[in-house]
């Protein structure tokens, strides 16, 4: 697993991990429905575009507030 926290060597991911066992899990359990959903968040949140917070077990999605440095500049 790769993700978000690359620069720490000793950090696992644990976003990235718990979605990837609900995918699995969820697709043990013939929900593909719901497993595509978690896998489209997961690949949106490796991507940067969203954050993952987990509520009794299970992801809620935000989007990333994006920060144009242009803006910041001015």
Not at 36 to 41: K, T
Not at 49 to 67: A, K, L, M, R, S
């Amino acid at each position: 697993m790769t993700g978000r926290y690359t620069e720490y060597d000793n950090v696992t991911d644990f976003i990235e991990y718990k979605l990837t066992r609900l995918i699995d899990d969820l697709a043990k359990l013939q929900r593909i429905d719901i497993a595509e959903q978690i896998s489209e968040a997961l690949d949106a949140y490796l991507c940067g575009t969203v954050d993952v917070y987990f509520v009794n077990g299970w992801p809620y999605v935000t989007h990333v507030n994006q920060v144009d440095t242009e803006d910041l500049t001015e």
